[in-house]
């Protein structure tokens, strides 16, 4: 009889998003007429940026010609590409990240998951809560968690609860865990770290051999020039962490699909035999066996973002987005809504009213405002009277929607 990986047996109903979705769509069904405005998921609006479009255009071109055809490429990514990641991104803030300690990838999301090919099964992982559900749902995949209580907490998993209390920062648990997700500017909350909460967590590492898996897929949309962009602008971190990182959000490639994942070469762990293993050296083999790389037109286009003219228009559009994300702030605390997030991130973190749980919040935002957002408890039990709303959409339908619940709230 065939086996299955039963682990995916232990996953809730469904993940949160396809949920959302389902939702809409039969109240969309059943109101054909609703003009539906979507808050809801971290999908980008605004077309690409100039520079990237002009030139994935010219890599098509390069396609047509012998001289210039490109077939299968490095599966870390071509190297002109990660020169500019590591001279941009990183060296220009003081970090010593090297091109060779880059990999190419098709997205941030795909990587966090992955990355557990290289980790052994009898870790202790810690999460925040409310934590991105990719982060729970792969390790749950993987076997390394037990069932979930009904709480929706699975077994095996350290809970770092974070709340206004503690300013959506994961207090450092007082015992040894050996994998820790972290993810700032956060999502769900918009919360950011400060450079002295970060270093708390490098020495943490440091002291106890674990290792941080960091988020950084919305660093471009710190503004504050206290707070650090990159782990690796902390000291040590280049001997405790991993970083992710993605072109989606910055310069729109959520459709383009083009992200990157730093393994620095000082990063190592010890084997069950004592021996000390390198973990750039299993992350490039789990690559190079699993992954054939991103497309020579998306890379080029990533590549742009680097240029003049491409700085010039990702920051646009992230100051286009921090925008909205002011207005959406700004009018649902006139709707007397408790709002948090926004300044520094791309998500607003809203306190439900009323004592509404976040789901009862979500249908009655979608049936009284047809405004669709991402009810908190589906990023964790915290999450639990919270809502989350994303500042990526047109300015018109943020303004309408900010208005209509405004109408609907106010008072």
């Known amino acids: 009889m065939v086996q299955i990986n039963e682990n995916y047996l232990k996953l809730k109903a469904g993940y949160l998003f396809p949920e959302i979705a389902r939702r809409v769509a039969a109240f969309a069904e059943a109101n054909p007429n609703a003009p539906i405005i979507k808050l809801g998921i971290g999908d980008v609006t605004e077309p690409l940026p100039q520079a990237c479009r002009d030139a994935m255009v010219q890599a098509v071109q390069d396609l047509g010609d012998r001289a210039t055809f490109k077939g299968y490429g490095p599966e870390q990514g071509y190297g002109w590409l990660r020169e500019a990641i590591a001279t941009h991104d990183f060296q220009n803030r003081g970090c010593a990240i090297d091109p060779s300690e880059i990999f190419i990838s098709d997205g941030s999301k795909c990587d966090t998951?992955?990355?557990?090919?290289?980790f052994g099964s009898d870790n202790t992982i810690a999460v925040t809560d409310p934590v991105y559900p990719v982060y729970v749902d792969?390790?749950?995949?993987?076997?390394?968690?037990?069932?979930?209580?009904?709480?929706?907490?699975?077994?095996g998993l350290v809970y770092l609860p974070i709340s206004a209390e503690n300013n959506f920062t994961a207090q450092i648990p007082n015992e040894k865990v050996d994998l820790i997700y972290l993810c700032f500017p956060n999502n769900p909350t918009g919360a950011v770290a400060s450079r002295a909460h970060l270093q708390a967590w490098v020495d943490y590492a440091l002291h106890h051999g674990s290792i941080i898996l960091f988020?950084?897929?919305?660093?471009?949309?710190?503004?504050?020039?206290?707070?650090p962009h990159s782990i690796y602008e902390i000291p040590g971190a280049e001997r405790c962490a991993i970083e992710f990182r993605s072109f989606s959000k910055n310069a729109g490639f959520t459709g383009t699909r083009c992200a990157f994942t730093v393994v620095p070469k000082a990063l190592t762990v010890q084997?069950?035999?004592?021996?000390?293993?390198?973990?750039?050296?299993?992350?490039?083999?789990?690559?190079?066996?699993?992954?054939?790389g991103v497309s020579y037109i998306v890379q080029r286009g990533a590549e742009a973002v680097y240029s003049p003219a491409g700085q010039a228009q990702t920051q646009a559009l992230v100051k286009f987005y921090l925008e909205n994300a002011q207005i959406i702030r700004e009018q649902l605390t006139a709707a007397n809504l408790e709002v948090y997030g926004g300044i520094n991130a791309p998500y607003v973190w809203v306190k439900t009213p009323n004592g509404l749980s976040s789901w009862d919040?979500?249908?009655?935002?979608?049936?009284?405002?047809?405004?669709?957002?991402?009810p908190g408890s589906g990023f964790g039990a915290a999450g639990e009277g919270y809502f989350r709303i994303s500042a990526f959409n047109s300015r018109d339908n943020v303004n309408e929607a900010m208005a209509r619940i405004v109408a609907n709230f106010k008072g």
């Not at 998951?113 to 290289?118: A, F, H, K, S």
């Not at 988020?215 to 707070?227: N, Q, V």
Request: aromatic content about 10%; hydrophobic content about 35%.
């Open 215 to 227: 988020d950084a897929a919305y660093e471009a949309f710190i503004t504050d020039p206290d707070l």
């Open 271 to 292: 084997a069950s035999d004592g021996t000390t293993v390198d973990l750039w050296k299993l992350w490039n083999r789990r690559q190079s066996t699993k992954f054939n």
């Open 361 to 374: 919040f979500f249908d009655k935002l979608l049936h009284t405002c047809n405004v669709v957002g991402t």
């Open 113 to 118: 998951g992955n990355i557990l090919d290289i």
């Open 138 to 155: 792969t390790n749950v995949m993987a076997g390394h968690t037990g069932p979930a209580s009904d709480r929706g907490e699975y077994g």
